[in-house]
């Protein structure tokens, strides 16, 4: 049988686990490390062990620079956090975790994560500390005074697809630059629909999320353009082989047909939230948004490895 101190070990071991998760914001973290690795299998030519290992560098790589983001905003935004139902439990409000031990912990993720982003390529490093540089110095803070953070953070949030891309081949181009573009415009409905179902936990820290700032006609139909827009951009590697021809980023027809279908599903939602203008169907569209970008970076892999 356990004794007492085995339990409390046990116990202490859990609580670090679960607030490491909590201040790196694990699910965010890994689902943006997917993207990177659906980028980075994009961009390579062949799979054999050392596409293998650095695609291993990569998703802890990506996680670190990620997790580092995540605590660094916590940091910064603790006293917000403590006003909002959704984060008033987080390691620092809830005092679990000290400022100290959260930016100490941010610091080595943040060290770690560069070192090993360069272990792949400088470039891929490069575009890794320029995530972390906006998410955390021009989005966060940009969060209680205007709605254009949105627009800001939406640059370090498309670096995640294209990062991988650069990780395979060791440069931007064309190609890098379409996947930047496909997660960009993807940022607005996704973070509009979450700004507009939390609008009233948003208000409580005075954090302007939708274009208008309001929940109104003007930012449901922002939404609805820029899904358009999103749209378009994830239908362009069907035409940059006719546009570029020596690009390597190519979509076929059938999985174009693929990628418009997804694209109709998401406007549909995009489209409802016009119509209904409520809580449920903009967490819908949050929802619905997040299949489509996971499912299209799956049609592109198939994609690619099925020509």
């Known amino acids: 049988m356990q004794t007492q101190a085995e339990k409390q070990n046990i116990f202490t071991v859990k609580a670090l686990f679960f607030d490491f998760k909590e201040i790196t914001k ?89 070192v090993i982003l360069y272990s792949i390529n400088e470039q891929t490093a490069m575009f890794g500390a320029i995530s972390i540089f906006l998410y955390t110095c021009a989005y966060t803070p940009l969060k209680t005074i205007t709605p254009l953070s949105v627009f800001v953070g939406a640059f370090p949030g498309a670096i995640p697809f294209m990062l991988g891309w650069v990780a395979a081949t060791g440069h931007f181009g064309i190609e890098a630059g379409t996947l930047f573009l496909i997660q960009f415009f993807w940022q607005f409905p996704h973070f509009w629909a979450i700004g507009w179902f939390l609008y009233d936990d ?33 239908l362009l590697p069907a035409v940059l082989p006719y546009v570029a021809p020596l690009s390597k980023l190519y979509l076929s027809i059938p999985a174009a047909v693929v990628t418009l279908v997804l694209g109709g599903w998401m406007l549909m939602a995009a489209i409802n939230l016009y119509k209904l203008r409520t809580a449920q169907a903009a967490k819908k569209l949050m929802l619905v948004s997040v299949g489509y970008i996971t499912l299209l970076q799956f049609v592109y892999v198939i994609d690619k490895f099925l020509r």
Not at 35 to 54: C, K, P, R
Not at 208 to 220: C, I, N, Y
């Open 202 to 234: 948003y208000q409580k820290a005075g954090c302007f999320m939708l274009p208008s700032g309001k929940r109104d006609q003007s930012t449901a139909t922002q939404t609805i353009l820029y899904t358009i827009w999103l749209i378009v951009a994830s």
């Open 26 to 114: 694990a699910g965010l973290a890994v689902s943006v490390v997917f993207s990177s690795v659906a980028g980075f299998l994009l961009g390579i030519e062949t799979v054999n062990l050392q596409t293998f290992y650095t695609l291993i560098l990569l998703a802890i790589g990506g996680y670190c620079m990620v997790g580092a983001s995540n605590a660094y905003n916590q940091i910064i935004e603790k006293d917000l956090d403590a006003l909002m139902d959704r984060t008033k439990n987080r390691p620092i409000p809830s005092g679990r975790m000290s400022v100290t031990k959260a930016f100490i912990v941010a610091t080595l993720m943040t060290l770690l994560g560069l």
